[in-house]
């Protein structure tokens, strides 16, 4: 609504409800004016900055580095800016300070004899690039970013041109005041973090925080303290999320993962959650089996061998309890298609076989003290005893509730976000390109509305009174979109789990990807989804994680002619040696869309004293001839429609159809 001549007074007095309740916060002509001129002028800004990460999977060293370094944004601006003045080895300790700043100094003041010459040589170049990433800002947004301590210092030294001596001398007591009362370390720390905020605006977490990785409480903790963030939740998300609800199948599936990856202590020492039933159970039943394929993959050589042995007999005791508690999901909810997933009652415990699919395999491992072979899905005493107690930890422990209600409040299953659709996994899609369709509570539901109703049902899982049915069905969700084939966290037909661990033969392993996988090269099926979920045909992209990018093998992140990017390429150690990097990033600022692959880094402390960054390599996906301006955003949007507002104020005040109050 552009043409306010057009507005008829019958329109202005059906919104004089709003407009009143408007004129509180504009109380007057002036007022109103003043806040339309400067959203124009926000409009008017360069886009600001997103970066995109996805399928971190504990893995927060790496994580924590990307942030800080943006992607390389940091290290490309330091280039800008200092080409001429700064040689690379200063260059290099620079971007360093911006990502490390404590521990950096830290280190210098042991080996530099004139701190305070370092100290002002780098608080110069700290503000010269503080100053240029925040100039596509507003000073009103640059101030809410700065840290509280040195908000009116840091403000007025990045808006003091040195043209005129006076200010010179102004700007230049300032440095010489911080550094003499000892402050300079502080100052240095406050800027730091500031310009790394400053250079991303927002930040995309495409899914996959949790699993595999040592601590997805770290990654989580820096995600709640981050200025803007969304995240779109991964399966392995989810799962945390189920089990944090209260969901047995999501605890035990968590909790075997963990020990798969010889992570209990997350469980344990991070989320306080008592794991000495489990344990003492495992003990006892396992005494004597070796648990040769539940060994834990670790290269971790602190475990002891003693160690991992009772690891593994914990790891097989979940598994075990793991596979009965989904016989009773998929039991009371056949329309979750799953019966194929009924594994234990196809076993022949007598000869040690299972039939899969119509064939008799040989089981690698035939010791199963709890299984009782008529009843097979039934938990023992002890089973129940200890799943029960876990629902009660889960739920019970604090630290998990605030990450996992902080993954509800920041997250969704997909985001659209401007013009491009985040998604962890898929859309699940048919062999013919259509789309995928479930039955949910007697209703059939596919495309958008599949991942509306299910991210709803997830929702309701959390939080709605425990124990009622809505509650129930919304874990069962969860623990649906973990694993089921029209879930679009997983995107695969079948979860191989029981027979990866107790079958030979590979092909049983095989778990078949979702025809979105092999639809995404196709440019006209992209279409047909941006139409699903109303995104422009032209110039709109998905943006995936999930699956690993083999890049080793030659495989492309850019698919469909550059509109679907997949950015999976392996935070996470344990795939790396698929994938060839650590992962790819995404860099979308006014000018470009660029893809970033890094290679694997390897500590923060090697980072600090080497200065050695992650190696990354940039390539251009997308170039605009045009900057983008904050008027071509999502935001600002919202702000034409905020501006549009003001403007009716403006004429109701005008036409005294509302008084102005001061
Ligand atoms: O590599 P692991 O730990 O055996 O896990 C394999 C399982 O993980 C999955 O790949 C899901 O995890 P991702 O989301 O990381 O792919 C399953 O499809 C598969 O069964
Ligand atoms: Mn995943």
């Known amino acids: 609504m552009k043409n306010l001549s057009k507005v008829s007074d019958g329109y202005l007095e059906n919104k004089i409800k709003y407009l009143k309740l408007l004129a509180k916060q504009y109380p007057s002509i002036s007022k109103a004016s003043t806040e339309i001129i400067n959203l124009e002028a926000i409009l008017?800004?360069?886009?600001?900055?997103?970066?995109?990460?996805?399928?971190?999977?504990g893995e927060y060293e790496p994580f924590v580095h990307v942030l800080k370094n943006g992607s390389g944004v940091i290290k490309r601006k330091i280039e800008e800016l200092f080409s001429d003045t700064l040689d690379e080895s200063e260059k290099k300790m620079l971007a360093t300070l911006v990502y490390y700043p404590e521990e950096k100094i830290e280190l210098i003041t042991k080996q530099e004899d004139n701190i305070e010459d370092f100290y002002r040589k780098n608080i110069y170049r700290l503000i010269e690039l503080c100053r240029y990433a925040s100039s596509k800002y507003t000073r009103s947004k640059v101030r809410k970013l700065l840290p509280d301590d040195f908000k009116y210092i840091i403000e007025e030294l990045l808006h003091e041109h040195m043209n005129s001596q006076h200010k010179k001398e102004y700007y230049k007591s300032i440095v010489e005041t911080i550094i003499q009362i000892d402050r300079a370390k502080e100052f240095i720390i406050a800027i730091s973090t500031a310009i790394q905020k400053l250079v991303?605006?927002?930040?995309h977490i495409i899914g996959d925080i949790y699993d595999r990785g040592p601590r997805p409480d770290i990654i989580v903790d820096k995600l709640i303290e981050h200025h803007c963030v969304d995240i779109q939740w991964g399966n392995h998300d989810i799962l945390w999320m189920g089990a944090a609800s209260g969901e047995k199948t999501c605890i035990a599936n968590a909790l075997r993962i963990s020990a798969r990856y010889a992570n209990l202590d997350i469980i344990e020492d991070i989320y306080g959650i008592n794991l000495l039933p489990l344990a003492t159970f495992a003990m006892d039943m396992y005494k004597d089996d070796p648990c040769?394929?539940?060994?834990?993959?670790?290269?971790?050589?602190?475990f002891t061998s003693r160690e991992k042995s009772l690891i593994a007999k914990m790891h097989k005791a979940i598994s075990i309890i793991q596979f009965k508690l989904e016989g009773e999901v998929i039991n009371r909810r056949p329309e979750f298609e799953m019966d194929h997933r009924l594994l234990l009652n196809n076993i022949n415990y007598d000869n040690g076989t299972i039939n899969i699919k119509g064939k008799e395999y040989k089981l690698k491992d035939t010791y199963f003290p709890t299984i009782d072979k008529n009843n097979p899905y039934k938990l023992t005493n002890e089973e129940k005893n200890i799943i029960d107690k876990l629902v009660i930890s889960f739920k019970r422990s604090e630290k998990l509730q605030k990450h996992v209600s902080f993954l509800f409040s920041k997250g969704s299953i997909y985001l659209k976000a401007n013009s491009n659709l985040l998604i962890h996994g898929c859309i699940p899609l048919n062999e013919d390109g259509s789309f995928m369709s479930m039955k949910i509570k007697g209703k059939e539901y596919s495309g958008k509305a599949l991942m509306d109703k299910m991210e709803a049902l997830s929702r309701e899982g959390y939080f709605f009174e425990s124990k009622s049915n809505q509650k129930q069905y919304g874990m069962d969700i969860m623990w649906y979109l973990w694993t089921g084939k029209c879930s679009s966290l997983f995107g695969k037909d079948d979860m191989t789990t029981f027979e990866r661990y107790f079958i030979n033969e590979k092909e049983t392993h095989k778990e078949n990807k979702n025809p979105y996988f092999k639809f995404r090269e196709d440019e006209s099926i992209c279409e047909k989804i941006f139409e699903e979920f109303g995104l422009e045909v032209e110039g709109s992209h998905i943006i995936n994680g999930h699956v690993p990018v083999e890049s080793k093998k030659g495989e492309s992140p850019i698919k469909?002619?550059?509109?679907i990017l997949v950015i999976d390429g392996g935070f996470s150690r344990a795939y790396q040696n698929k994938t060839g990097i650590a992962g790819y990033t995404l860099i979308y600022n006014s000018y470009s869309l660029q893809l970033v692959s890094h290679e694997p880094f390897n500590c923060a402390e090697e980072a600090i004293v080497n200065e050695s960054d992650i190696?990354?390599?940039?390539?251009?996906?997308?170039?605009?001839a045009e900057r983008k301006r904050v008027r071509d955003t999502d935001n600002g949007i919202k702000i034409q429609e905020e501006i549009d507002d003001l403007k009716l104020l403006l004429m109701a005040y005008k036409k005294g159809l509302i008084k102005e109050l001061q």
Request: no cysteine; glycine share 4%.
């Open 200 to 203: 991303v605006d927002k930040l």
């Open 615 to 624: 190696l990354s390599t940039t390539v251009v996906v997308e170039h605009k």
């Open 44 to 57: 008017n800004l360069p886009k600001g900055t997103e970066h995109f990460i996805t399928d971190i999977h």
């Open 560 to 563: 469909a002619n550059g509109k």
């Open 292 to 302: 040769k394929d539940f060994m834990p993959k670790t290269n971790d050589q602190s």
